[in-house]
């Protein structure tokens, strides 16, 4: 006996023990004939399917200039098969390190179009190079790394500039 019987016997016994077998099989006749006092449940919807976009499909739409659309393309087609910034945080560090701001994208698909206006102006030679190499800008698990580099790197210049600035100015014209 499954699960789903053996709670139905059960319920069925503490039916026909508070109202009778008569009253329960008059009830079952009735709902196996159509009619029934309990409200139907409401028909589901349909979930409308929806399609991923595809980064490529973002090309195909925004972008008319044949030559720069074949290599937005070959981008986009790097960047859907996740061999280029497979990651949001990938994309997010890709713009930033570019000088443009942070994005707020909920999947890659979404930050594939920031990408996508942050880098269709580039001039050509630019874009033959990011579509040639693109293949090779895969996982960046040092990503947090850098950023920590660079971090402290300017923590570094700004503390060696106020030191600098904090310094006896020395002047060359008195010593000689």
């Known amino acids: 006996m499954t699960k789903k019987t053996s709670l139905l016997f059960n319920l069925l016994t503490v039916l026909v023990q508070n109202f009778g077998h008569a009253e329960v099989e008059r009830c079952l006749s009735r709902m196996t004939s159509g009619y029934t006092n309990a409200p139907r449940a409401a028909p589901k919807e349909k979930k409308r399917s929806i399609r991923a976009h595809k980064a490529k499909d973002f090309v195909e739409k925004l972008v008319s ?11 986009a087609e790097q960047f859907d098969r996740k061999n280029f910034l497979p990651r949001i945080g990938d994309v997010q560090h890709f713009l930033k390190m570019r000088g443009h701001g942070p994005i707020s994208a909920r999947n890659r698909n979404e930050a594939f179009r920031a990408l996508l206006v942050a880098i269709e102006n580039l001039p050509a030679n630019d874009l033959e190079k990011l579509a040639r190499e693109s293949a090779h800008m895969g996982p960046s698990q040092l990503g947090p790394l850098s950023d920590a580099i660079a971090a402290t790197r300017s923590a570094i210049r700004s503390e060696d500039k106020a030191f600098l600035e904090d310094a006896i100015p020395y002047d060359v014209e008195k010593k000689t």
């Open 65 to 75: 200039e044949p030559g720069r659309k074949d290599l937005l393309l070959q981008i």
